[in-house]
C-alpha cells in the first residue's frame, strides 16, 4: 500500500535558486509564477524573498520585460484584443504601469490589421444564413477574444449590412 503522503525532495536555497534561474533563463516570468513555483518546492517565505531578490538583480526576473513579451506574444500569435491581455496580466498581478507599457508594444496599424483579418476569416467560418445570427456570432468571437466592444460592433457592421 502507498504512503498517503507524498514526500517530495527539498531543496537548499543555493539548488532552489539555481532551478529558478534556469526556469527563468528558459522563458520570461512574472513574479507570481516563480512566487508560485517556489512554494510548491516547500521553499520558507524568507527562502522566496531571498530567491525572488536574486532573480530581480541578476536579471532574471524582469516584470515589465515579461508583460511586455506577453502582449507582444498573446496578440502576435493568439490573436487576442487588448482587454484580454489587460485582463491576463491583471490575473498575473502586473502592475497598471507595466500593463501600459506592455500596450505600446502593439501599433495601433498592426492592431486594426489583425481585427480585420480575424474578423474576416472567421466570418468565412460562420456557416449561419440568418445575418443577425451571424453578427452575433462574429461578435461574440471577437468579443470573448479581448477586442474592444466598439470596434467590435463597427466591423460586424462593415462586414455584414
Request: net charge positive.
Amino acid at each position: 500500500m502507498q504512503n498517503q503522503f507524498s514526500f517530495s525532495k527539498s531543496y537548499s536555497v543555493q539548488e532552489a535558486t539555481k532551478k529558478l534561474e534556469r526556469y527563468c533563463a528558459y522563458q520570461e516570468r512574472c513574479h507570481k509564477e516563480v512566487i508560485e513555483k517556489l512554494r510548491n518546492m516547500r521553499m520558507i517565505p524568507e527562502a522566496i524573498d531571498q530567491i525572488v531578490g536574486h532573480l530581480i538583480q541578476e536579471n532574471y526576473l524582469n516584470e515589465e520585460r515579461f508583460a511586455k513579451s506577453f502582449a507582444r506574444g498573446k496578440f502576435n500569435i493568439k490573436k487576442w484584443g487588448k482587454n484580454r491581455i489587460v485582463r491576463e496580466l491583471q490575473f498575473r498581478d502586473i502592475s497598471a504601469f507595466n500593463i501600459k507599457s506592455a500596450l505600446k508594444e502593439i501599433t495601433n496599424d498592426a492592431y486594426m490589421t489583425t481585427l480585420d483579418e480575424l474578423a474576416q476569416k472567421r466570418l468565412e467560418a460562420i456557416t449561419e444564413s440568418n445575418p443577425q445570427k451571424r453578427k452575433k456570432k462574429l461578435a461574440d468571437y471577437l468579443l470573448y477574444r479581448g477586442w474592444e466592444s466598439h470596434l467590435v460592433y463597427d466591423k460586424v457592421n462593415e462586414l455584414i449590412s
